[in-house]
């Protein structure tokens, strides 16, 4: 980091930066099949647009509807079981 103070806040509550190695999204995992899914609910959605032109507004309500999806699906997996107890 180019800013000192950035740096020292950084260092003061032990952020650790990792990244991942250029043109290799398959180790991003969780996060790159979330980049995917949202690329891809937005471009349905643009598709059903009668014009190509968006303003600011359009487009936030696009992404607060795809942030809706995303956020929809369950974060464990789901029984089919009758019998399964449910929390």
Avoid at 56 to 61: F, G, I, S, W
Wanted: glycine share 4%; proline share 8%.
């Amino acid at each position: 980091m180019k800013n000192e103070q950035i740096s020292s806040y950084l260092a003061r509550k032990e952020c650790e930066w990792l990244f991942n190695p250029p043109h290799a999204s398959h180790a991003g995992g969780i996060w790159e099949r979330m980049i995917g899914m949202t690329r891809k609910t937005l471009d349905a959605m643009l598709q059903e647009l009668p014009t190509k032109q968006l303003t600011h507004e359009v487009l936030t309500a696009l992404m607060a509807e795809v942030s809706a999806i995303m956020n929809s699906r369950p974060l464990a997996p789901v029984s089919i079981d009758p019998k399964a107890p449910r929390y």
